[in-house]
């Protein structure tokens, strides 16, 4: 074995599931679904090539129509959709591994052309600018704000999207709270400008998220439902200084509901943020005491110093994971790793 990762290797218990290693497969869109949505059979031996990891996050997975933003993204609304997670999950379960959904919805990072013409919803009317991503000549737009009661409908359906998860056999869910999605963009200021009680203070502003965890958490068990976050803000968001309260306000409620983990929704958790005091990593840390993933840019070496260190429960790969479908076993064995290339994004493999 591979001493310098060892930590790494030893197991973890996440509720009532015992993962055999601490190597997470990070969540990936690889937009490889059929046209209604539905995952493939090629899907179904991706994931299960890579069931050796501790824990499979899927990639982002839509809890209903207008939560789309980019093609060929699963869904988990329709029967045939619960059906092909089914086949996920199975081939994944008759390789020994477990697998978390992450479940999704995309708020005003989409265009009318995913989501049947209409404009798509966000806490506030906060225009996105720049070009549609994994499409060509589209250019994001301005969002409508949502009203208060289809704010709660939209927390009803990622409760009935886990609900469908664990229908089709999953092992668990991971709300997509992260990454400037629709979670997310309730949690920075820049993006949510309501006066209403999803807007203008902490507790408002976290009141989304919280609505999210709680009907998710009652539909299949707070020991199966995870959480993604972003306090950092990097991806279709901008900062502001204000927005680390908020994170500190729903990390202490999150703490409360003894969820299954936080995971870190960073590109690179090396990057200190001035009004984080630190590393994305480091701020969740701060401020809670639960099962944290950490993930963005860890070397095998790195994460496992970071667990030795406390910093870190479990670390989450995911190019690398693109690269390697046996890491673990590469890992494990110090074996050189193939280095990701964004043409890997191509296929599956
Ligand atoms: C092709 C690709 C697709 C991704 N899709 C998702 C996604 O669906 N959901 C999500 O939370 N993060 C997504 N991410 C972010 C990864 O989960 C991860 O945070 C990021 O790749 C940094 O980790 P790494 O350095 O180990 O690759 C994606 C990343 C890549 C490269």
């Known amino acids: 074995m591979n001493s310098g990762v ?6 973890y218990s996440i509720g009532r599931m015992e993962l055999p290693n601490r190597i997470v497969m990070a969540p990936m869109t690889r937009c490889m679904a059929t046209d209604e949505f539905v995952p493939t059979a090629k899907m179904a031996e991706y994931y299960a090539r890579r069931a050796e990891a501790g824990l499979i996050i899927t990639e982002g997975t839509v809890i209903r129509p207008d939560g789309r933003g980019y093609p060929n993204s699963p869904g988990i609304y329709t029967a045939k959709q619960i059906n092909g997670w089914q086949a996920v999950t199975d081939m994944a379960h008759s390789q020994g591994g477990r697998l978390f959904l992450q479940i999704w919805h995309v708020g005003r ?3 009318p052309f995913y989501i049947n013409g209409e404009q798509p919803v966000a806490p506030s009317a906060v225009p996105l600018e720049g070009k549609v991503a994994r499409a060509e000549n589209l250019e994001y737009g301005a969002p409508r704000a949502l009203e208060a009661d289809e704010i709660r409908d939209i927390a009803t359906a990622y409760a009935k999207a886990a609900e469908n998860g664990i229908s089709a056999g999953c092992d668990g869910v991971e709300i997509h ?3 400037g999605y629709l979670i997310d963009q309730f949690l920075h200021h820049h993006t949510n400008t309501r006066t209403d009680e999803y807007g203008g203070t902490v507790e408002n502003m976290a009141r989304f998220a919280l609505e ?3 009907a998710v958490a009652d539909a299949v068990g707070a020991g199966k439902t995870g959480i993604r976050l972003s306090p950092a803000a990097y991806h279709f968001v901008t900062p502001e200084a204000g927005d680390a309260a908020v994170f500190e306000f729903l990390l202490k409620e999150l703490e409360k509901r003894r969820l299954a983990y936080v995971h870190a929704g960073i ?3 090396s990057v200190s943020y001035d009004y984080l005091g630190g590393t994305v990593s480091g701020f969740l840390r701060k401020n809670y005491r639960g099962t944290l993933i950490g993930c963005g840019g ?3 070496e790195k994460a496992a110093e970071a667990i030795n260190n406390g910093e870190l429960d479990i670390a989450a790969f995911g190019r690398p994971f693109i690269a390697n ?3 673990v076993s590469k ?3 110090g074996d050189p790793l193939k280095p990701y290339d964004e043409s890997m994004l191509a296929s599956l493999y």
């Open 6 to 11: 060892e930590a790494l290797l030893r197991p």
């Open 177 to 179: 709270g992260a990454n």
């Open 109 to 111: 990072v989409s265009h």
């Open 267 to 269: 590109f690179d958790d």
């Open 212 to 214: 999210v965890v709680d």
């Open 325 to 327: 479908p046996d890491l």
């Open 298 to 300: 860890y070397t095998a």
């Open 331 to 333: 890992i494990s064995n």
